[in-house]
């Protein structure tokens, strides 16, 4: 019998990578790799000082939803308006149910002029795989030293011979890179020898079945709308209670 191990294939994730046409790297990457990894790499390959950057986010082009997704790391403390956790690193963010008059435009609002709230989804990129994100086309923006910018990610899988599945876990690749970051003028020519990073990988990693949080996410929106009918229709007393074990934030100040 002859060698089985190249009939076997499985599907890493080639990456475009593009600030712009004279700036891209093409790299080769685990479905396995969180977001959160994918940026520290985006960082190496783009030769980017880790220190000066002061934010980051992965927001996808095409939306497939009708609620908008962002994906971060979540720190309680940064965010604007109000989160509700509904998954392991899945939140609602949302405009408050007992809010009288809600302000926020930034969500995509709800087909109903009775209820008036907005929400949308948060996912922690630490808990999301590559082989989860439900869009081709991502754009990771970041502030550097003050400054906005913003980096197109096209992803597309592709077939390898399986033995090579253990290499790509371990030594995520650039295959081809023009440019420098900030001097857009230097070409590159394609590398004749990959180049190698070690960015350790764990199959375990605390990820979230992608129909629970779907189903998750639509359960914690039935929630809150119903908590807003029962604050707009019923003028009930307020049980509302906020994530963080407190009383509710609107309604306290008016007891």
């Known amino acids: 019998m002859g060698d089985l191990s190249n009939t076997f294939t499985f599907k890493p994730i080639l990456i475009r990578a593009s600030k712009d046409s004279h700036c891209t790297r093409d790299i080769l990457v685990s479905p396995f790799m969180t977001l959160f ?15 000066s950057i002061e934010y980051h986010n ?12 962002f994906y971060e790391i979540i720190d309680h403390q940064e965010i604007d308006g109000f989160i509700t956790p509904v998954a392991p690193g899945v939140y609602i963010e949302h405009t408050h149910p007992h809010e009288p008059l809600p302000l926020f435009s930034i969500y995509q609002p709800l087909h109903d002029d009775i209820i008036q709230m907005s929400f949308r989804m948060l996912r922690d990129e630490r808990y999301c795989k590559l082989e989860t994100i ?8 970041f502030q550097h ?3 906005h910018y913003s980096i197109h990610l096209n992803l597309q899988p592709v077939n390898l011979p399986i033995q090579f599945l253990e290499e790509i876990d371990l030594h995520p ?21 990959l180049m190698h990073y070690y960015l350790p990988l764990s199959r375990n990693c605390k990820t979230t079945d992608e129909n629970q949080v779907k189903h998750a996410f639509r359960t914690g929106i039935e929630k809150l709308v119903d908590e807003r009918r029962r604050f707009l229709l019923e003028q009930k007393d307020c ?7 407190e009383k509710c934030v609107y309604c306290a100040l008016s007891m």
């Open 37 to 51: 990894q994918l940026h520290k790499f985006i960082l190496i390959v783009f030769d980017l000082n880790e220190s």
């Open 58 to 69: 992965f927001n996808l082009l095409n939306q497939l939803e009708s609620i908008e997704t």
């Open 239 to 245: 049980h509302w209670v906020e994530p963080t074990g």
């Open 145 to 147: 030293n003050s400054q």
């Open 173 to 193: 690749k650039i295959i081809h890179k023009t440019g420098h970051f900030f001097e857009t003028n230097t070409t590159f020519p394609i590398h004749h020898k």
């Open 134 to 141: 439900p869009s081709q086309e991502i754009a990771y923006e």
